[in-house]
């Protein structure tokens, strides 16, 4: 290594949501990982705000959902307004905001910069990664012949480092209007600063020092003008269009006699465009006004030419004959809707791009900085898991093939939703051009399943045993080698409510140890753990106990065989137990000992076994019924880190669980 040089396994380029995810998986499982970012500081206010219920399951795994429930406001309702056949504009429908029993959680906002801290807390108790700000890369190469040599380091990247001008550029507050911060400076209507920026840098030569960084792996998360993407070059263009719809964002206190203001609305005008209320934190309320429209293809709106009173002024013509009015402005912001996907989402599998960087659409569903969140939560389990030498690289394949699918399923909705948004509303019914009541509840109805990101089901893979792999007879000798090794197939009829490529969903069980009710999802941290869920059934009866302890033993050397020596048994798959038989009719020692691990020192495990009873104080959560299992035989679950199912089978089908987990685990010494 030359002097100045550093190595690191994993480099992220981006410090938003989606790097800020992929940061906390390598915190997580204990990668050596920098993360750059251009900017100074991280957002403070503004810019996204909605957090679909998927993403705060995910939260929850990693420790901090909790701290988003309390702070932020819980959108219940969502009020759609239209006119009326004298065009003016009234309550036409309700609808729940989250679809009831999809998830534990609901749909809540909180603006971008708290779940960003939310995040670099959660790292900095981890581990010792910060997020490195006014750092960008300058220049980058890839040697593409080294990646598949897991000992190589087959990227080089120089970073720049900014001085504190360089990195905190003008807000354009006093020209554009009242507001404690506007947005535009990172809004897609202005101009991308990146080569500016580093012409700056090398000008004056004092911050701006440079260094080179080998990367075994590079995640670029640098958003919607993403340098990473751009210096692959060909085969990673953004596909699809830059649409002429322009929204204005306005967070302030409202000022108003329209009811619904604290209630989610989509208000349809008869002919003055649409307004979306948001209501948010700290008695705010956002608004997304659709502005008036460029002509297709035309030039963008003169960014100097958006004020909050430009954006306000346009809300008012939606909303009258309601008056708006405001004396307290957050933030605000203005951008012109792109709907784009990435080509390709990685390069030979060692330099990845996510979030916006791959995918960019309209705010309408909320879904910027869950889409892209996902994308590295999907990613980051991945590659932390082929760099600590669990992991076969194969798996990396399947970020791609996940991720761009999602993204694809995206950008149809967010155009067939925004047609219907942006349309104008239909007269009455024998008006065909315009857009129809029922037509635009409909597409909110059945838009909110796909924009609770509950709906992810990733298709049959390495990965997920969906489409039934290779069914043969487990040989006994517990050694899977080559021709051996299929896809487990497993059998989806045991678990009738258990997807196989949808996350685990969860019901609450009681530990059967201190009888404490839990959603049984919580258990299923994100740690890079895989996990085996065994579904014990009735353990009472004598001939189900004999085969849980039957299928310990056949469990243990499957566990073994994919755990170093030195680590405890539970470091690379824990299994959780689940019974349906009455808490009072048994004891944690009925079950086999792997099943509730000693540690030496600390003793049983006491938060492994749970069972599907009543609560004295929460109700019977009625698990088995929920999970679509039958009481009596129980079956077994197999789960990815990320909480997606990969495999389904019975309490007898250990051996093709192993031949599922031979498809991409490595053999531990
Ligand atoms: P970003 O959040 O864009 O993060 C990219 C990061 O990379 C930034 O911190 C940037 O400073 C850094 N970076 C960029 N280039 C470089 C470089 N060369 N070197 C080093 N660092 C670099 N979504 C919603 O759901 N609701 C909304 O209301 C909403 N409003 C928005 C308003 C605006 C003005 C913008 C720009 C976006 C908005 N979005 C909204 C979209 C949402 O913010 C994004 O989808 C989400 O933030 C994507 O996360 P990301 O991490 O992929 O990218």
Request: aromatic share 10%; net charge negative.
């Amino acid at each position: 290594m030359a002097p100045g040089d550093s190595e690191v396994d994993v480099l992220i380029v981006g410090a938003g949501p989606a790097g800020l995810m992929a940061a906390t998986w390598m915190a997580r499982c204990g990668i050596k990982t920098r993360i750059i970012d251009k900017r100074g500081t991280k957002i403070f206010s503004g810019q996204a705000d909605g957090l679909q219920c998927r993403t705060l399951e995910i939260f929850d795994s990693f420790g901090f959902a909790d701290r988003v429930w309390k702070e932020s406001n819980h959108m219940l309702e969502i009020c759609l307004w239209n006119p009326d056949s004298e065009g003016r504009i009234r309550r036409s429908d309700r609808i729940p905001d989250t679809i009831p029993f999809i998830s534990r959680f609901q749909q809540v906002v909180l603006h971008q910069g708290r779940i960003e801290r939310f995040f670099l807390d959660s790292m900095k108790k981890h581990s010792d990664i910060r997020v490195e700000r006014g750092v960008m890369p300058q220049s980058m190469t890839f040697d593409e012949n080294k990646a598949e040599d897991p000992a190589a380091y087959p990227i080089e990247v120089t970073l720049q480092h900014l001085t504190e001008a360089e990195m905190n550029p003008d807000q354009s507050t006093s020209t554009n209007g009242a507001a404690k911060s506007d947005g535009l400076f990172r809004s897609n209507m202005a101009a991308d600063d990146t080569e500016e920026l580093l012409q700056r840098a090398a000008n004056h030569g004092l911050v701006g020092s440079r260094e080179t960084v080998k990367a075994k792996y590079l995640i670029g998360c640098d958003g919607a003008h993403s340098w990473v993407r751009r210096q692959l070059g060909q085969g990673f263009e953004l596909e699809g269009e830059q649409t002429d719809y322009i929204w204005g964002v306005l967070d302030i206190i409202p000022i108003t006699d329209f009811p619904d203001i604290r209630m989610r609305c989509a208000i349809h005008s008869a002919s003055s465009g649409s307004v979306m209320v948001i209501p948010r934190e700290n008695k705010l309320v956002r608004l997304y006004i659709q502005m008036t429209t460029t002509e297709k293809g035309g030039d963008k709106l003169d960014r100097s030419n958006i004020t909050p009173k430009l954006i306000l002024e346009s809300a008012q013509r939606t909303m009258k004959p309601y008056k708006l009015d405001y004396e307290y402005c957050d933030w605000w912001t203005a951008y012109q809707i792109g709907q784009r996907v990435g080509k390709s989402f990685s390069k030979s599998t060692r330099i990845f791009l996510a979030g916006d960087a791959v995918h960019t659409h309209s705010p309408k569903a909320g879904q910027g900085m869950n889409v892209s969140m996902q994308d590295t939560y999907n990613l980051g389990w991945k590659i932390a898991g082929v760099i600590n030498g669990t992991l076969d690289r194969k798996v990396l394949g399947t970020y791609e093939s996940e991720r761009k699918m999602i993204a694809e399923q995206l950008i149809e909705f967010d155009h067939k939703f925004s047609r219907l948004f942006s349309g104008r509303p239909a007269k009455d019914v024998a008006d065909e051009a315009g857009i129809s009541m029922s037509e635009f509840k409909e597409a909110f109805v059945k838009g909110n399943l796909f924009a609770s990101g509950v709906a992810v089901d990733y298709d049959a893979s390495l990965i997920v045993a969906k489409d039934g792999g290779p069914k043969e007879q487990s040989d006994g000798t517990g050694v899977l080698n080559g021709d051996k090794r299929g896809r487990g197939a497993g059998n989806k009829e045991l678990a009738t409510n258990i997807k196989i490529g949808q996350r685990f969903p969860s019901y609450q069980v009681l530990n059967q140890a201190d009888a404490r009710p839990w959603p049984f999802q919580q258990f299923l941290k994100s740690d890079g753990r895989f996990r085996i869920i065994v579904f014990a059934g009735n353990i009472v009866s004598p001939s189900q106990k004999s085969l849980v302890h039957q299928l310990a033993k056949s469990l243990e050397p499957l566990t073994k065989r994919y755990t170093p020596s030195s680590k405890p048994i539970d470091s690379r798959i824990e299994i959780l137990t689940l019974h349906s038989s009455k808490r009072h009719d048994v004891e944690i020692f009925d079950f086999p000992e792997l099943l509730r691990p000693w540690t030496e020192g600390e003793g049983w495990d006491y938060w492994k076994i749970f069972v599907d009873d009543e609560s004295y104080h929460e109700g019977d959560g009625r698990a088995y019924e929920g999970y679509g299992v039958d009481k009596e035989k129980g079956c077994l679950v197999a789960a990815r880190p990320d909480g997606y199912v990969g495999w389904v089978g019975g309490l007898e089908d250990v051996g093709d669980l192993e031949r599922w987990f031979g498809g991409f685990m490595k053999v531990q010494e």
